[in-house]
DNA sequence: AGCTATAGATGTACTATACAACTACCCGGA
DNA sequence: TCCGGGTAGTTGTATAGTACATCTATAGCT
């Protein structure tokens, strides 16, 4: 093996190390930081947001989570008052799922406490390399072009690559 | 707000997202990638196995986990051959513990797993794209030079960021 | 009409986790 | 010397998130 590829492959070691540190802290960081909205129902909510309403099948689809788990997120976040369900006029075995201004509201305040906690990290960063660690992990979430990422199934795979870059 | 500002906020926006990306899938992803090892465990493993050996307390301090749930862990871990304990000759409650050969084993084989995940996803990407990546990682899991993350509490950080600097 | 596929809800089970209470042990001071 | 407060770990209990299987109602094609 050469130097180089020694290099590189310490630099694949250590961005497999970190992404797990991270990985492992995020969960109870967002239950700290906002005890009302788990990571999941975030994403959630943040979803319905960007999409402007969608079907809870969008959700699980999107978020590789099975319909059973999303329709219970779904029915926790209605009786919070985040969301409401609008029968869909053109399927009525479906419904539209759209935030409330509640909904609105508690989003934009998490958005606002992570969006302080990363800054918080970030402090004393060059604005060189913010923006670049920005494009860094657009890129890396986006995975390889040649689609599938060969660890979840197609299915899930695609839809994240969807979101990463809409 | 000037343009450069707008920049920078959206670039730690970008960030915030994409690193609620990763997080979201990571636990599943690390659950198809080895069903024997969570994210959690395997975490647990690896440390053992950079200490050499530690105590139960350790693993907890470290990783902000409850000193039961960490028990439970190990109580699996050793239920599964990956780890034993042995009592600590100079303090009786306590027991160190140790990786067995198994545990090595399955710890190198998730490793690689993990690697070749990780190396699949970089794929295509320029060397000093891949050592740039690491190193904002890096960087970013030690948090602020000045002690604390303004989002856990100090003896949750601290570890932390010894161990990714370690 | 009838068959199959789909959106979602519900029953059940499992895992990870925290908090509280408990046991066994450690150590420093009166 | 033993007593009290601190510490390592275990166990009881509760909760959240998740998956899989099953069920209902509806859609849409032939």
Redesign the pocket.
């Known amino acids: 093996m050469t130097d180089s590829e020694t290099r590189h492959r310490e630099a694949v070691d250590a961005i497999q190390r970190e992404m797990t540190v991270f990985a492992?802290r995020a969960?109870?960081f967002a239950g700290r930081l906002h005890p009302e909205l788990?990571?999941?129902?975030y994403t959630l909510l943040a979803h319905l947001e960007d999409s402007g309403g969608c079907?809870?099948?969008?959700l699980?689809v999107r978020y590789?989570?099975?319909?059973?788990?999303?329709?219970?997120?779904?029915?926790?976040l209605e009786r919070l008052g985040f969301l409401e369900?609008r029968p869909?006029p053109?399927?009525?075995?479906?419904?539209?799922?759209h935030l409330t201004p509640a909904g609105t509201d508690i989003l934009a305040q998490v958005t606002e406490s992570r969006h302080a906690a990363v800054a918080e990290r970030l402090a004393g960063w060059g604005d060189a390399d913010v923006a670049g660690f920005a494009e860094l992990l657009i890129r890396y979430n986006a995975g390889p072009e040649t689609s599938g990422d060969g660890s979840i199934t197609q299915e899930y795979s695609n839809p994240d690559i969807a979101e990463t870059v809409r």
């Open positions: 492992r969960r109870a788990t990571l999941v129902s079907l809870a099948k969008d699980a590789g989570l099975d319909k059973s788990t999303v329709s219970r997120q779904v029915q926790a369900r869909a053109e399927d009525h075995r479906a419904q539209m799922l």
